[in-house]
């Protein structure tokens, strides 16, 4: 027999209180897991060894987390919003950040948030748009230019001039150079394994390129791996100051690898092979310097050229 309910029983639920609250994030096929608030720093912390490989670029995207931490007030979150998406972008714009410069910082946040997420620490992923950039004046050295400078730096110290010397023959970044050792070196080419791309690549080394690896035999693990990044770029910078180049916010150490690009396109250089030889990922990256190819359109002069009218002579 079914029992009765009881008249006087309350319905109304609305004061009702949990002790306490739980989110929880849901992975197909995976554990349940409890969501707990975390921060961009946290998140770092957590996975940045895993997602970067120790270096340069690792400490760049370390920059970026940190920066994007501090104009978030190093909130806490479990979901990362759009909404704190469109205020980054909105705070770099505001400091003079270029739109490539953005796509930058919100690729390295982005690839750390796919991680978080996969690992069921936030909720869910806002949308990142890439922001358009703009094709800008690739700034590359003439040979006085290059000579000056160098001669500069070599005054200082004859080591960062032969590492500068082997930059701008190889188009290697600061990086590659000083991470070369000794057996990545055979029958006069240089094979780069640690590279931004992560795929190696091999290019043949000039005679001066080669005399520069040459004298500094001796060395323990590599011809420029015992060269310390920041202080090489303190003598850049000064050297740079003598030679009349201190305005020049686009002359620095990359430089060497724009001027090294330059001057395979202007001498003729197919487009292909020069994306081969920087190791480009993608061909767009290398037709920044596509322009340079001005011989290539020389064949196009004699159509244009206007004929001379033709003259008759009185008989």
């Given at each position: 027999m079914a029992a009765k309910a009881d008249p006087d029983a309350k319905s109304d639920f609305?004061?009702?209180r949990p002790a306490y609250s739980v989110n929880f994030q849901f992975h197909q096929g995976g554990p349940l897991k409890v969501v707990q608030s975390t921060s961009l720093s946290a998140l770092f912390h957590k996975y940045g060894d895993i997602l970067w490989e120790a270096g340069s670029h690792r400490n760049n995207v370390a920059a970026f987390i940190s920066e994007l931490d501090d104009i978030l007030l190093r909130e806490t979150f479990e979901t990362f919003s759009q909404e704190k998406v469109d205020r980054l972008i909105g705070d770099l714009r505001r400091r003079s950040n270029s739109n490539a410069t953005i796509n930058r910082k919100m690729a390295a946040l982005s690839k750390l948030l796919r991680k978080a997420y996969k690992m069921g620490d936030i909720h869910s992923l806002p949308e990142f748009k890439r922001?358009?950039?703009?094709?800008?004046?690739?700034?590359?050295?003439?040979?006085?230019?290059?000579?000056?400078?160098?001669?500069?730096?070599?005054?200082?110290?004859?080591?960062?001039?032969d590492l500068c010397i082997f930059l701008v023959d190889t188009g290697a970044r600061l990086g590659e150079g000083i991470g070369l050792r000794w057996n990545d070196?055979?029958?006069?080419?240089?094979?780069?394994?640690?590279?931004?791309?992560?795929?190696?690549?091999t290019v043949p080394l000039t005679t001066r390129a080669l005399e520069a690896v040459q004298a500094q035999r001796g060395r323990a693990d590599g011809p420029f791996s015992d060269i310390d990044q920041q202080r090489f770029r303190s003598v850049w910078n000064s050297a740079k100051g003598q030679v009349g180049l201190a305005n020049d916010p686009d002359v620095v150490p990359h430089v060497l690898r724009h001027t090294c690009a330059s001057r395979l396109v202007r001498r003729g250089a197919d487009i292909r092979r020069v994306q081969m030889w920087l190791g480009h990922q993608t061909l767009q990256m290398t037709m920044r310097y596509a322009h340079l190819a001005?011989?290539?359109?020389?064949?196009?002069?004699?159509?244009?050229?206007r004929p001379l009218p033709h003259r008759f002579k009185d008989g």
């Open positions: 609305s004061n009702f922001q358009k950039e703009r094709a800008g004046r690739i700034r590359f050295l003439e040979y006085d230019e290059e000579d000056r400078l160098f001669s500069a730096i070599g005054m200082k110290d004859d080591h960062y001039r070196i055979h029958e006069g080419r240089a094979t780069f394994w640690i590279t931004k791309s992560g795929k190696s690549r001005s011989h290539d359109l020389d064949v196009c002069l004699p159509l244009l050229e």
